[in-house]
T-cell receptor, first 117, second 114 residues
């Protein structure tokens, strides 16, 4: 099946630093990738939709200057949490919508647990 | 305002019995529904889906039922196995609206007891 690789799986950083999370579709091209975050016991909340070669579309309440998204190729999207603060600590998950043989399903990365001290 | 609701945060079932996980939605534009399974510290994995033109889809031990008039769907797992213990997310989308993302419920934690 289709594979989405997300890296790193866990990050612990100091307040004020920036963290970059990578999301790669390994065996299919993803023109659209989605970034979600999940707080404990909550649902997956969409942060932004990333389209290859264009600016990301952010959901209401998500600061685009704080969560920088780059989707420079059909297989790679990155999320950079700039000047991270403890309230940014969360589980971040990327996903890519399949095309062609894999259909329209959404495939998820394994997630990144971010802890900001 | 939650468009996809999973009202049971947890469910415990004995091994071998049937697990029934429920999901309700409010947006009548949704026409594609999916179930995902998630283990701790991992991303969700796709389990089964159903289009609004169907009322049932079966894949091995997993069956999803859709009741459009009630805006309700359910996932049946039979027989339940200890390895099925995970959080199950219901998700919905409106394919006619273009490349829209999925809307997820809060999840139901299933525990299958041996």
């Amino acid at each position: 099946g289709a594979v989405v690789s997300q890296h790193p799986s866990r990050v612990i950083c100091k307040s004020g630093t920036s963290v970059k999370i990578e999301c790669r579709s390994l065996d299919f091209q993803a023109t659209t990738m989605f970034w979600y975050r999940q707080f404990p016991k909550q649902s997956l909340m969409l942060m932004a939709t990333s389209n290859e070669g264009s600016k990301a579309t952010y959901e209401q309440g998500v600061e685009k200057d704080k969560f920088l998204i780059n989707h420079a190729s059909l297989t790679l999207s990155t999320l950079t949490v700039t000047s991270a603060h403890p309230e940014d600590s969360s589980f971040y998950i990327c996903s890519a919508r399949g095309t062609g043989r894999v259909g329209e399903k959404l495939f998820f990365g394994s997630g990144t647990q971010l802890s900001v001290l | 305002d939650q468009q996809v609701k999973q009202n049971s945060p947890s469910l415990s079932v004995q091994e071998g019995r049937i697990s029934i996980l429920n999901c309700d939605y409010t947006n009548s534009m949704f026409d594609y529904f999916l179930w995902y399974k998630k283990y701790p510290a991992e991303g969700p994995t796709f389990l089964i889906s159903i289009s609004s033109i169907k009322d049932k889809n079966e894949d091995g031990r997993f069956t999803v039922f859709l009741n459009k008039s009630a805006k309700h769907l359910s996932l049946h797992i039979v027989p339940s196995q200890p390895g099925d213990s995970a959080v199950y997310f219901c998700a919905a989308s409106s394919r006619n609206s273009g490349n829209t993302p999925l809307v997820f419920g809060k999840g139901t934690r299933l525990s299958v007891i041996a």
